[in-house]
């Protein structure tokens, strides 16, 4: 099979004939470890936005201090800005990111203050959006068996007020001016449901990102709840009668969310990040969660902050193999939904995913323990 047959078989419910592995195009530096591994049946997962966002009657201004960005939002009804930390090469290398494939670091939000809550109402309220297909489209005709094209969408109403608007103060008041978050969060709701759901219910992708990076730490089972999972609900109505999967990068600890992500209609666990970063191990989820697709984000601990570190990775990878018998037809492994990796890893997990065959025995993760021993001894 081609890796992107691989990935639609186990999308589609089937066996494919091994266990999909593949990397997020925009950690890939390309190079001739990169094809050694792609030769090797790693695949791709490029992702694409497939909307235009636009807000009408807000004048933004955009200035650069140093290592910093600064947004200023002028709008009939006050001023907001946001401030930015940028790395080297931040608007030359690919996809928004600097040259070490970082994003930038968000050190002040739009929201300071209560009185700036008008202005983002004021935002929301004319915020739109439109379809633009064309980089799905063009990025699946040049993809070809390579893998697979993820249309992308905004952060969920909630996640895009924490992470991208006010942040960590949102907690606050949600406890002293819940009305006035909730009033926000609402209009960002109604405009997703009338123009952006629709929008993604017609791309061309067989599976669509909504949102993410889904923490306990910043997202707890009451707010998941009441303000994640009937966001999830709506979109996935749609996308399911379009024949379209709902994926959700799930990147952070899991463990308290378990059952409200088992009963919500997301169908594709994107980035679910084992011990030793996440807290959730994989055999409890795929049993927990027996109607789910995981897409497994190999841990950076292990696969970059040792650096490179063959044999570990290895040993780490065979083990989160053996924990997904017999439910292995239900997971892909992702190299990073992180950062770039030490090459030399790369290899080491693509040495291990060429060999592995489906279904995945115990006899044969014992067979490739050994061989890895053997290896580790003659050095």
Known sequence: MSPRERILCMLNGGKPDKVPFAHCDRHLPRGEMERAARNMGMGLL???????????????????????IVRRYDTPVGSV???????????????????????????????????????????AENLHFKPYYYPVEDQDRRLGEDGIVVSTLPYEPMQRLVIEWVGYRLYVDMLKNKDVVEEIFCILEERY??????????????VILYGGNIDSLIVNPKMFEKYYLPTYEKLAGMLHAKGKLLDVH?????????????NSKVDIIEAFTPPPTGDLPL????ELWKDKIIWINFPS????AL???????????????EKSIPYSNRI????????????????????????????????????????LFSTASNV
């Open 301 to 304: 601990a292990i696969s970059t």
């Open 307 to 321: 650096g490179p570190n063959q044999q570990n990775v290895k040993k780490f990878l065979i083990e989160l193999l």
């Open 332 to 371: 892909m492994i992702i190299a990073s939904t992180e950062n770039f990796l030490p090459e030399e890893n790369l290899i080491a997990m693509a040495e291990v995913m060429e060999e592995i065959k489906q279904p995945i025995e115990r006899e044969t993760i014992e067979c490739m323990r050994k061989k």
């Open 81 to 123: 800005f946001e401030r930015l930390r940028v790395g080297v090469g931040y608007g030359q290398a690919c996809f928004g990111r600097d040259w070490k494939g970082m994003q930038p670091i968000r050190t002040s939000f739009m929201v300071k203050g209560l009185e700036d809550y008008r202005v983002l109402k004021f935002i």
């Open 250 to 262: 799930m990147d952070g600890k899991l463990k308290a969310l378990s059952n409200h992500i088992a």
């Open 193 to 206: 449901v009338k123009e952006l759901f629709p929008i993604a219910a017609n791309s061309p992708s067989k």
């Open 283 to 286: 055999d409890e989820a795929l």
């Open 46 to 68: 490029c992702y694409r936005p497939c909307y235009i966002e636009y807000v009408q009657d807000v004048e933004l201004t955009v200035k650069y201090e140093g290592e910093y």
